[in-house]
């Protein structure tokens, strides 16, 4: 009697091509849509950042060059930028804002006093340095 409970029919088969055509498509999708960062799964469909140097999409834990390994490209285009354009600013973007020339010279005053005032350290420094 217990020959009856096998389960036998065409209902039981499944088609396993479809199976893992669908397994590929969710696993590239997934792909897509999580960091690139070996081992980490953090979605990046709403947050995720373009890294400029290698192509690839991160996390907000990994965009930064350095974090996912592409500090040194990251460097090197720096470097070139900053050779090309012949001048470092601080920070990024800068360049674009105006400063109007009364700013500017109370700025470059500023900046004066500033270095007056971090050269007199420095002397006083080397002279403790000294004893
Ligand atoms: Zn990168
Ligand atoms: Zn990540």
Known sequence: MTAACLPAG?????????????????????????????????????????????????????HLPEVHGCGERARAHARQRISREGVLYPGSGTKDRFLDPAKRAQLQRKLDKKLDELTGQRRSKRKEKGK
Not at 20 to 37: H, P
Not at 46 to 58: A, D, E, K, S
């Open 10 to 62: 065409p209902a039981a088969r499944e088609l396993p091509a479809e199976e893992d055509f669908d397994a590929l498509v969710s696993a590239a999708i997934k792909a897509d849509n999580t960091c690139s960062f070996a081992k980490c799964t953090v979605s990046v469909v709403t947050l995720g950042q373009l890294c400029p140097h290698c192509g690839h999409r991160y996390c907000l834990g990994h």
